[in-house]
């Protein structure tokens, strides 16, 4: 009986450090620790933005994976990633970035009071519209190109990740 309540204690003790683990990742470990979101990594530490998102923030992004980033031109992608371009690049990435921390029922919330739709501004200062039909939710850049949200509410300890399938562009 005793082994039994120490094989129970430890099994717990074991899931609560895993999960107390979990919660103390921000948004940058927890991208870098998902092998689908490498060129989301690779682009944020080219663009010098590690450090801000790993800052206390809260801070909701929408992370498009390694097949949204395959969906640009594979000579443009490499342009973004050079030196020089750091400017671009990172406009585009806090475009990918609000300031707060919201969940999916927040968004979901928030688009039944607007009807369907809601203007949020990003970190770099644009505006991007969220929208929802009978497919889904979806993210509206300012050139008019969507992205559907696919994954939502990756709990960070320094905000939220939702999964996004295609880079929006300012």
């Known amino acids: 009986m005793k082994k ?7 099994a717990a003790l074991f899931l609560f450090t895993i ?16 092998k689908s979101f490498s060129t989301l990594v690779t682009a944020v530490k080219a663009a010098g933005l590690v450090e801000a998102l790993k ?9 498009p994976t390694n097949d949204a980033f395959a969906k640009i031109d594979a000579n443009t992608l490499g342009a973004l990633l050079k ?4 400017g671009k690049l990172t406009s585009i990435l806090t475009y990918h970035v609000i300031k707060g921390k919201l969940t999916a029922k927040d968004v979901v ?22 929208v929802q039909n009978d497919k889904g939710i979806w993210l509206k850049d300012a050139n008019g190109n969507y992205s559907m949200i696919s994954k939502t509410d990756i709990m960070a300890s320094n905000g ?11």
């Open 4 to 10: 039994l309540i120490l094989t129970i204690t430890t």
């Open 19 to 34: 999960n107390s683990n979990a919660q103390n990742k921000d948004i940058v470990d927890i991208a870098a620790s998902n």
């Open 55 to 63: 800052s206390d923030g809260p801070f909701t992004v929408f992370a």
């Open 83 to 86: 030196p020089e371009n750091k």
């Open 109 to 130: 919330a928030a688009l039944k009071k607007g009807k369907g739709k809601v203007t949020l501004t990003t970190l770099s200062g644009s505006k991007i519209t969220v």
């Open 160 to 170: 939220v990740i939702h999964v996004i399938d295609s880079v929006v562009m300012p």
